[in-house]
Each structure stands twice: as structure tokens, then as C-alpha cells.
């Protein structure tokens, strides 16, 4: 079982504070830092002082840390042009020496496309233009050196492109898709993943829809052994009940929900939590930090969680 660290900047980081807690991160010993793409502040937060680009963020993160794996969970595709996307991931990819991951996802927070000028085009739709843009980026991605790429999509029709620059991993960054869909989701994983995510569910919704995406990977000839399978959850570990509780009130939820709905508790409590996640068939946890000043939470979980996984 790996730990990643997964951050929500919209709802109010620097990207200094950002910096800081991915190299702590780093030092840690974590797999990877992940940040949220979204543009618009969530609940009660005012976002101060403002979003920051996820990638114009990541590549900052290349040339600042050493190691660690960066990536979005997740980029929206209404956001970005597929061409463009693959020329930015790309780049991030060479600054990083090779380190970046590509998490995409149709959109679904119609505010913040409202609040910055996006379009939001019906659900159909938006899974229409992710699918297009996972065709068009990978394609790009897997054109040999001087030949050329064509792509007759609808939405995004490429034509004579010289499918350049070309990223550091071969024979491409990892692509993340994730989320609770029965149907269209776990067929584009199938087709697309190198990883699938389940964002903030139960052990019991996990095996649900784990069995939907192997079943669809079956059904294309793709061996389910071939993806890493993921989840991502609210992180909430202290070392005493009292802790615990100062850390939930912090980011402003109760205990009793965490640790029904998140990785909360003590040391011995996430272990567990983890445990029967990892039974469930993951392989990775994304713990979502959302007290970006509390560095000591991170030491916590790498000194007395991670050794036990």
C-alpha cells in the first residue's frame, strides 16, 4: 500500500504553502503530491486569496522538489484543449526529470465554470469531449518521432499535428481516471487507465465499482491486473482521542463522521482503516489534507502509519 498526499488549493493556499507541503511530503517519504484543478472555492471557504492553476503549480513543483511524484486528481477536460494539454503535461513531465501523472475527469462543478467564463456543456456531452480529448492526448503521446497525428473527432479534430514535444516516461505518463459512474467511467478506464480512482466512498461502494471496471476490462480483452487501483479519503490522525478531535474541528467536521467516512483516528485506527481498503483491492490511498499548516500530521502518519503497511 502506497501514501500519496492529495491537497484542495481552491479553498485557499499560496503556492509558497503549496511548496511547502509537498516538500515535507518528499522528505516524509510519500509517493506522490496531488493537487485538486478546480477554480472556484467549496462550502463555507472564500478560496482567499484565490485559486492557482493546477498545472502552472505542478510545474513549479518540477523544478522545486526532487523526487516526489506529482499529478491532478483530477484535471477537468472542460478546462483545457486536448493538444495543448498534451504539449503542458508533457513539459511538466521533462522539468520533473519524469515524475508527472495525469488525472482527467469530465468536470462537474458548474459554478466554477460559471464564475470564469467555461463552458458547461451537458454530462453527454462533457464525456464525449473527455473521451475525444483521451483519443487525441494519448495519440499524440504514442506518435513515433517524425511521423504525424490525425484525429477526425468530433469535438476536437486534429490534423498533420507533429505530435511534439514528447514526454520523459515512456511509453507515456501515467493517466488516472476515476470516479463513481456505472457505465461510460469504467469503460474509458478500461480503454484508457493506467489507474483507477474512487474519490471519498465506503469499503462496500470500492468493491462495487472495482468489480464494474474489471469487468469492463474483461470485456475489452485488457487484463485487470495491468491498472493500480486507488482511492482517495479525508486524513484526520492524531495521536490521542484529544488530538483527533482538535484536528477535525480545525477543518471543520466531527470525529464520528471522519472515522466513518474518512482515514481518521489514531495511528492504530487509520492502520485499520487502510487495511480494509486494501482488501477491498487497493493499492494506493490519496489522503486528502486540508489543513495545508499542519505539517505535523504528515510526520505523524509517515512515522507511526506508514511502517505498518
Not at 136 to 142: E, N, Y
Not at 259 to 283: C, F, H, L, M
Request: charged share 25%.
Amino acid at each position: 500500500m502506497e501514501l500519496r498526499i492529495f491537497t484542495e488549493p481552491q479553498q485557499g493556499a499560496t503556492y509558497d504553502q503549496l511548496l511547502t507541503v509537498a516538500r515535507a511530503a518528499e522528505d516524509a517519504g510519500y509517493g506522490a503530491f496531488f493537487r485538486s484543478d478546480h477554480y472556484l472555492a467549496m462550502g463555507s471557504s472564500t478560496g482567499e486569496p484565490g485559486p492557482t492553476d493546477a498545472w502552472t503549480t505542478l510545474a513549479g513543483l518540477a523544478r522545486d522538489t526532487t523526487r516526489i511524484r506529482l499529478g491532478t486528481l483530477v484535471t477537468a477536460a472542460t478546462f483545457r484543449l486536448p493538444g495543448p494539454l498534451a504539449i503542458t503535461v508533457a513539459q511538466v513531465d521533462q522539468m520533473s526529470g519524469g515524475r508527472v501523472e495525469l488525472g482527467i475527469g469530465a468536470g462537474w462543478f458548474a459554478e466554477e465554470h460559471t464564475a470564469y467564463g467555461i463552458p458547461f456543456p451537458s454530462v453527454g456531452e462533457r464525456f464525449d469531449r473527455l473521451e475525444e480529448q483521451l483519443a487525441v492526448i494519448t495519440g499524440l503521446w504514442a506518435t513515433p518521432a517524425g511521423e504525424r497525428f490525425d484525429f477526425a473527432g468530433k469535438h476536437y479534430p486534429v490534423t498533420d499535428s507533429p505530435a511534439l514535444p514528447k514526454p520523459v516516461q515512456q511509453p507515456r505518463p501515467p493517466i488516472l481516471l476515476g470516479g463513481k459512474g456505472p457505465k461510460r467511467t469504467p469503460r474509458l478506464a478500461a480503454r484508457y487507465a493506467d489507474e483507477f480512482n474512487l474519490p471519498f466512498v465506503s469499503v462496500d461502494e470500492t468493491v462495487a465499482q472495482f468489480g464494474r471496471v474489471r469487468a469492463a476490462c474483461a470485456e475489452a480483452g485488457r487484463d485487470p491486473g495491468s491498472l493500480r487501483w486507488s482511492n482517495a479519503l479525508v486524513l484526520c490522525c492524531g495521536r490521542d482521542d484529544a488530538e483527533v478531535s482538535r484536528r477535525a474541528a480545525v477543518i471543520g467536521r466531527e470525529p464520528a463522521e471522519l472515522r466513518q467516512n474518512g482515514v481518521a483516528g489514531t495511528p492504530a485506527e487509520v492502520v485499520d482503516t487502510i487495511g480494509r481498503y486494501a482488501e477491498a483491492g487497493s493499492e494506493r490511498i490519496y489522503l486528502q489534507v486540508l489543513d495545508l499548516a499542519d505539517l505535523d500530521q504528515l510526520e505523524l502518519v509517515a512515522a507511526e502509519v506508514m511502517p505498518q503497511l
